[in-house]
T-cell receptor, first 112, second 111 residues
Framework: EAGVVQSPRYKIIEKKQPVAFWCNPI?????LYWYRQNLGQGPELLIR????????DSQLPKDRFSAERLKGVDSTLKIQPAELGDSAVYLC??????????FGPGTRLTVL | GENVEQHPSTLSVQEGDSAVIKCTYS??????FPWYKQELGKRPQLIID?????GEKKDQRIAVTLNKTAKHFSLHITETQPEDSAVYFC??????????FGTGTRLQVFP
């Protein structure tokens, strides 16, 4: 079984530029999560999808962050414009109703 | 909302010794408690989890205990090996919907 796939693995941009991250969950996993992990800290949930519906986006900074999960499979997380404080690892995870299946490798974002 | 505290932040042990990491949670409705191991530059990997209807769970050298009354749970690693060195995160949630993570424990096992 293939794991959660994310791209790109690394991204370096200048502040005020836009950036997008892509996630392909494990086949058949209806629930998809985007987490942000700052250096030396635990992951923090940004948004959770059940199929194509965002059921929890309370921690998503909606002024600059947006996400979509068209057709309830792949998902894209976008930041526009990026700020210095957005530098972090962005992790995607997916799961079935039985529990969290695991995380993708993450995208390490550096904002200069 | 849920708040998870984790201690210690760093832990150094000699190979073969045991390591214990403790977490407390605030929301008595939480019923799912996973533990993740994260090596440098890699993704968090689920190593063991426990649900609130169980007090203890063991998988080879790793065990987790849960005290619902006190709202704390612990990870126990016995016969530690250098490859156990990593950052360990506890988490808590209601069902598995919204994991709230602890701040992590950096475990170093010296040969």
């Amino acid at each position: 079984e293939a794991g959660v796939v994310q791209s790109p693995r690394y991204k370096i941009i200048e502040k005020k530029q836009p950036v997008a991250f892509w996630c392909n969950p494990i086949s058949g996993h209806n629930t998809l999560y985007w987490y942000r992990q700052n250096l030396g800290q635990g992951p923090e949930l940004l948004i959770r999808y059940e199929n194509e519906e965002a059921v929890d986006d309370s921690q998503l900074p909606k002024d600059r962050f947006s996400a979509e999960r068209l057709k309830g499979v792949d998902s894209t997380l976008k930041i526009q414009p990026a700020e210095l404080g957005d530098s972090a690892v962005y992790l995607c995870a997916s799961s079935t109703a039985a529990g969290t299946s695991g995380f993708g490798p993450g995208t390490r974002l550096t904002v200069l | 909302g849920e708040n998870v505290e984790q201690h210690p932040s760093t832990l150094s042990v000699q190979e073969g010794d045991s390591a214990v990491i403790k977490c407390t949670y605030s929301d008595s409705a939480s019923n799912y408690f996973p533990w993740y191991k994260q090596e440098l530059g890699k993704r968090p990997q689920l190593i063991i989890d426990i649900r609130s209807n169980v007090g203890e769970k063991k998988d080879q050298r790793i065990a987790v205990t849960l005290n619902k009354t006190a709202k704390h749970f612990s990870l126990h690693i016995t016969e530690t090996q250098p490859e156990d060195s990593a950052v360990y995160f506890c988490a808590a949630s209601i069902r598995t919907d919204k994991l709230i993570f602890g701040t992590g424990t950096r475990l170093q096992v010296f040969p």
